[in-house]
């Protein structure tokens, strides 16, 4: 079946590196996500790493992907305030234009 | 547009009303999604419309939910005689490539 599961909630400290973990049953998976929402806001798409790659960076953002166990990270380096928000994890079943399945989201909360 | 645009962004309706929600896709995405997301929860899939495919329905809660896109562009998903349980933001997002959606800013819909 098809499902992904986050942690509900992380607290980091302010300058600390934030790691957010999915786990995903979907072996078929071609393409995996990571979306933020601010406060009241819609889903933003951070970033995407596509199902044969291992690991993507892009400026403070990294994600990893370990296929064999269906686990993907993303970690926001030096978190500041304004990473404040919901992460979503997702991941696209089969074939282009398929349905994306989302993660409950993490809340990432920011202490000083 | 310039992006993905919903109306109305805000309904309150009476228990039993029916709702018509409305979403504009991004000029040129072939494909257009309905969320749904209730308060502290994840994203909920509704429906998927693809070019001119039959649209993939099998998120749809009830029968009393249903969704048409006209001219391969505009959306409306409509909710006959809505309950309390139905209330939530209700969010479309299109996509032309498989990088990811373009989520709009929802419609949040009260129930009372």
């Known amino acids: 079946g098809e499902d992904v599961e986050q942690s509900l909630f992380l607290s980091v400290r302010e300058g600390d590196s934030s790691v957010i973990n999915c786990t995903y049953t979907?072996?078929?998976?071609?393409?995996l996500y990571w979306y933020k929402q601010e406060p009241g806001a819609g889903l933003q798409l951070l970033t995407y790493i596509f199902s044969n790659m291992d690991m993507k960076q892009d400026q403070r953002l990294t994600v990893l992907l370990n296929k064999k166990d269906k686990h993907l990270s993303l970690r926001i380096a030096d978190t500041q305030t304004g990473d404040s928000a919901i992460y979503f994890c997702?991941?696209?079943?089969?074939?282009?234009?398929?349905?994306?399945?989302f993660g409950s989201g993490t809340r990432l909360s920011i202490r000083p | 547009g310039a992006g993905v645009s919903q109306s109305p962004s805000n309904k309150v309706t009476e228990k039993g009303k029916d709702v018509e929600l409305r979403c504009d896709p991004i000029s040129g995405h072939t494909a257009l999604y309905w969320y749904r997301q209730s308060l502290g929860q994840g994203l909920e899939f509704l429906i998927y419309?693809?070019?001119?495919?039959?649209?993939?329905k099998s998120g749809l809660p009830s029968d009393r939910f249903s969704a048409e896109r006209t001219g391969g562009s505009v959306s409306t998903l409509t909710i006959q005689r809505t309950q309390q349980e139905d209330s939530a933001v209700y969010l479309c997002a299109s996509s032309s490539t498989d990088y990811g959606y373009t989520f709009g800013s929802g419609t949040r819909l009260t129930v009372v």
């Open positions: 997702a991941e696209r079943i089969g074939s282009s234009a398929s349905k994306i399945i």
């Open positions: 979907d072996s078929s998976s071609t393409y």
């Open positions: 419309f693809q070019g001119n495919s039959a649209p993939d």
